[in-house]
């Protein structure tokens, strides 16, 4: 089965500075990769994400990478704002398959 | 009311009783999804239904009873947990039809059993 590692676990970023968030996949069969945000109290919130047809996709202050040779992707976030901190996870699944595999999620801090 | 709602937000239960989770979607969606979030680990999937037949269930013990009579509505039935079941349960759902799977999740319901 697919298996999705995830770093780092936390990040601390000065407002205004970029946060990037690296995941790495096991199954070369995997061609969709979604990122959640998740703030406390709340359930995760998909904010972007990529097929294997594209190596880059941006929407506003984030963007997400994907390196299907090293199997490796990662979301970046420019111009942090104190409103971004929250836990980021990313996933991966093969298209035909329903379930997405988690990575075990970042804590990221934008300090004011 | 949009989007994807969870009752209760909160549950306490002993380890005799029995209680049931609540999940309701309303973005037309035709599969439905429970998860367990514990803390310092990945969202583990529970149970997975599509067009309101379970289609996947990942060896959960069997104190966790899903049911989904229809495409709006899923439930996780508990009885007889232990106290390692205490997590955050969270519902998602999805539509199968799209050339995605793009999952939208609830608020979840944290359970604490005593």
């Known amino acids: 089965g697919e298996n999705v590692e995830q770093h780092p676990s936390t990040l601390s970023v000065q407002e205004g500075d970029s946060a990037v968030i690296k995941c790495t996949y096991s199954?070369?069969?995997?061609?969709?990769f979604p990122w959640y945000k998740q703030e406390l109290g709340k359930g995760p919130q998909l904010i972007i994400d990529?097929?294997?047809?594209?190596g880059e996709k941006k929407d506003q202050r984030i963007a997400v990478t994907l390196n299907k040779t090293a199997k490796h992707f990662s979301l970046h976030i420019t111009e942090t704002q104190p409103e971004d901190s929250a836990v980021y996870f990313c996933a991966a699944n093969p298209f035909s398959a329903r379930q997405l595999t988690f990575g075990s999620g970042t804590q990221l801090t934008v300090l004011p | 009311e949009t989007g994807v709602t969870q009752t209760p937000r909160h549950l306490v239960m002993g380890m005799t009783n029995k209680k049931s989770l609540k999940c309701e979607q309303h973005l037309g969606h035709n599969a439905m999804y429970w998860y367990k979030q514990s803390a310092k680990k990945p969202l583990e999937l529970m149970f997975v239904y599509s067009l309101e037949e379970r289609v996947e269930n990942n060896s959960v013990p069997s104190r966790f009873s899903p049911e989904c009579p229809n495409s709006s509505h899923l439930f996780l039935h508990l009885h007889t947990l232990q106290p390692e079941d205490s997590a955050l349960y969270l519902c998602?759902?999805?539509?199968?039809?799209?050339?995605?799977?793009?999952?939208?999740f609830g608020p979840g319901t944290r359970l604490t059993v005593t």
């Open positions: 199954d070369s069969a995997s061609n969709y």
């Open positions: 998602a759902s999805s539509h199968e039809m799209m050339s995605s799977y793009e999952q939208y």
């Open positions: 990529i097929r294997s047809n594209v």
